[in-house]
Structure formats: C-alpha cells, structure tokens
C-alpha cells in the first residue's frame, strides 16, 4: 500500500487504513454529513469496511487518492478528503467530510491546502476542482481560504437523495498556485514519504 503522508504542523494526512474502519460510522454520524455528500445514511459498519477496502483498491489503480485527516493535537483520526483525478485532462476533483466534533478548528481548510499541494506537486495535475451544494456555504468557504476560485453556479447539476441540486463550483489551477507566491505555500508544510 502506498505510503504517502501530507503534513502541516497541525494535521497529517495518510492513506485510509483498516484500522481506521472502527471509527467511521461515528465520525459521519451527524445528519448534515448525509446532506451535502453521498456519504450511506443510516451508516452501518459494513458500509465502513466497504469504504476504507475500496479506498485501498482505488489507490492502487490510481483511481482515487483517499486521505484520513489526523489532528496531531488531538491525536486522532477527524475527517476524510480525496481526490478523484480525470488524468486524461490532468484534473481531479476533490470531496471531504470532517466529524462534526471537529468542525470550525480550521481542518477541512488545512487539509484542502494539503491536497492540493499534492495534486500539483506530486501528481502533476493542471487543474484541482471542487463543487458544494448551495445549501452549504461552509463547506465554500473551505475551497476559497484554500485559494480556489468560484467559477458559478451548475443549475441541478447533481441527483442528491431523489432531489436535483443546483451545485457551486470552485477550482485552482497550476498557474494560480505558481502565483500564490511563497506565503501561502509556507503554510503548508508538506512531506511524501514513499516506500
Ligand atoms: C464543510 C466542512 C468540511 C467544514 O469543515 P471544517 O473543518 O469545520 O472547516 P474549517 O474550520 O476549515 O472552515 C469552515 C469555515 O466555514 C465557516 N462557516 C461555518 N458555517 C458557515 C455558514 N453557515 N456560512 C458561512 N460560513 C460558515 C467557518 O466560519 C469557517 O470559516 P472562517 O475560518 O473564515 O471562520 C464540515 O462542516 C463538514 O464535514 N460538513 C458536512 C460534509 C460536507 O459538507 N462536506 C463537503 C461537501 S462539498
């Protein structure tokens, strides 16, 4: 299995692990996780497993990149965030949840600044993207404090729970984070470990 670890001086991100398993269903548990992701509701423990061993398999087939987000204070397993690359156009889009416990500690933020940088530096892409429902103006203030740019609004663009829902799309590319200069970039603190 791939060894990848993204780090900052607050989180880690590392690929999901069969011991993460255990502690999924707790963390989605919060109804507004269901809301604004296709995240299984009611979660049950298989739905665990079934997520953390296809997360594994699409690693390894360079069809996902699925991270579990580690608060290093804390010490514990917070949050989920991947990316999901069309690597014919060198793109890839990114989804994320975070335990409800643990919102508004700046995590999702982190871990987007994390991803991203890993997305250009690593896996070489031109283009990182991102969409929320209109319903969930938190999770937008996540792509912009990670420098995405708000591109507009996809009218019922996604089939969510039998529903149709109009989608805001955000998206950085290459040449933006070339140009973000060194500030942004320093507060990122990145390191791949492969072996
Ligand atoms: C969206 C989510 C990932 C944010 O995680 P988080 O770790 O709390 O995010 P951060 O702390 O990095 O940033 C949240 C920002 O949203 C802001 N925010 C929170 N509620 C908000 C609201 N109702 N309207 C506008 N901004 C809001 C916070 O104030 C913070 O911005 P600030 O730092 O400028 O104050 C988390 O709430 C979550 O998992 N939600 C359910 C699943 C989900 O929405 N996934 C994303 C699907 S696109």
Redesign the pocket.
């Known amino acids: 299995m791939d060894k990848t670890i993204l780090e900052s001086a607050a989180l880690l991100m590392r690929p999901l692990e069969t011991g993460d398993i255990d502690e999924i269903p707790s963390l989605v548990e ?1 109804p ?2 269901a ?3 296709f ?1 299984p509701r009611p979660y049950t423990a298989e739905d665990a497993v079934e997520f953390v061993q296809r997360a594994r398999e699409r690693w390894q087939y360079d069809e996902a990149y699925v991270f579990a987000i580690i608060d290093k204070d804390l010490g514990r397993f917070v ?1 989920c965030m991947g990316l999901h690359p069309a690597l014919e156009h060198d793109r890839a889009e990114v ?6 416990p ?9 871990a987007l600044r994390l991803l991203i940088r890993f997305g250009f530096d690593v896996l070489n892409l031109n283009r990182i993207e ?4 209109d319903h ?7 792509m912009l ?1 990670a420098n995405m740019r708000c591109e507009g609004l996809r009218r019922q663009y996604i089939l969510h729970r039998d529903q149709y829902k109009d989608v805001i799309w955000h998206a950085i590319l290459r040449e933006d984070f070339n140009a973000e200069g060194k500030d942004s970039k320093d507060q990122t603190n990145e390191k791949t470990a492969e072996d």
């Not at 989804?95 to 409800?100: A, N, R, S, T």
């Not at 969930?136 to 996540?142: D, F, H, T």
Request: glycine share 22%; net charge positive; proline share 3%.
């Open positions: 919060a507004e996780i809301a604004n992701t995240v949050g989804g994320y949840w975070v335990g409800k643990y919102w508004g500690r700046g995590v999702a933020t982190g991102a969409g929320h429902f969930n103006p938190a999770s937008g203030r996540v404090k």
